[in-house]
């Protein structure tokens, strides 16, 4: 069964300082791979996501993750992090083939120093 | 705001007891994805049903059921509750084919407390 690994339960972050939050993930054939993003008392929102093609993938906010295969990785980064990136950050992952169902990890608080 | 509507946003109950929980998705969605968020197990994913029918199982409990209506909303039952089944709840939908890219849209969730 597909499996994603957060392996940080808290990144602290000078704002300003380059953020980066470790996903690697374990699933039969290609993978999809996503970032949520969950702000206090809030549902989850959808940030950027992988499918195939450039293995840079920019999304909402500045964000931005890299997928390497080699490594199994899908890392989110952001080059300078902002106070308001204070959040839990979920890395997810879907096999493409046949099992519809999302599979998230146990999420990586962010906390941005002013 | 994503457009998927929970209620109650909370509720307490206690142990034996039996809980509804509602969602109205997005407009056009015709899926629907039921998560548990606890501290110890992370997001979990419970049940996802299309356009009325059920499509994936994931550690849902003999417990819990959920069903999707005609009109697309769903509910999910919770019954003969326990001191572990407190937890927020939440709703996801997504559009035809929006499984295929995985954007799930959230609810807030409910949050359900068992004494």
């Known amino acids: 069964a597909q499996s994603v690994a957060q392996p940080e339960d808290q990144v602290n972050v000078a704002e300003g300082n380059p953020l980066t939050v470790k996903c690697t993930y374990s699933v039969?054939?290609?993978?999809?791979?996503f970032w949520y993003v969950q702000y206090p008392n809030r549902g989850l929102q959808f940030l950027l996501k992988y499918i195939t093609g450039d293995n840079l993938v920019k999304g909402s906010y500045?964000?931005?993750?890299?997928?390497?295969k080699s490594q199994t990785s899908f890392h989110l980064k952001k080059p300078s992090a902002l106070v308001s990136d204070s959040a839990?950050?979920?890395c997810a992952v879907r096999d493409r083939y046949g099992n519809n169902r999302l599979a998230f990890g146990k999420g990586n608080q962010?906390?941005?120093i002013p | 705001d994503s457009g998927v509507t929970q209620t109650p946003k909370h509720l307490i109950t206690a142990t034996g007891q039996r809980v509804t929980?509602?969602?109205?998705?997005?407009?056009?969605?015709?899926?629907?994805?039921w998560?548990?968020?606890?501290?110890?197990q992370g997001l979990q994913f419970l049940i996802q049903y299309y356009n009325g029918e059920e499509r994936a199982k994931g550690n849902i409990l003999e417990r819990f059921s959920a069903q999707q209506f005609p009109d697309l909303h769903s509910e999910l039952n919770l019954s003969s509750l326990e001191?572990?089944?407190s937890a927020l709840y939440f709703c996801a939908s997504s559009a035809i084919g929006g499984q295929v890219t995985g954007e799930l849209f959230f609810g807030e969730g409910s949050r359900l407390t068992v004494l």
């Open chain 1, 88 to 90: 839990l950050y979920f």
């Open chain 1, 110 to 112: 962010v906390v941005v």
């Open chain 2, 83 to 85: 001191l572990g089944d």
């Open chain 1, 62 to 68: 500045g964000f931005e993750a890299e997928f390497n």
């Open chain 1, 28 to 33: 039969s054939g290609n993978p999809y791979l």
């Open chain 2, 35 to 40: 998560y548990q968020q606890s501290l110890d």
């Open chain 2, 21 to 33: 929980l509602r969602c109205s998705p997005r407009s056009g969605d015709l899926s629907v994805y």
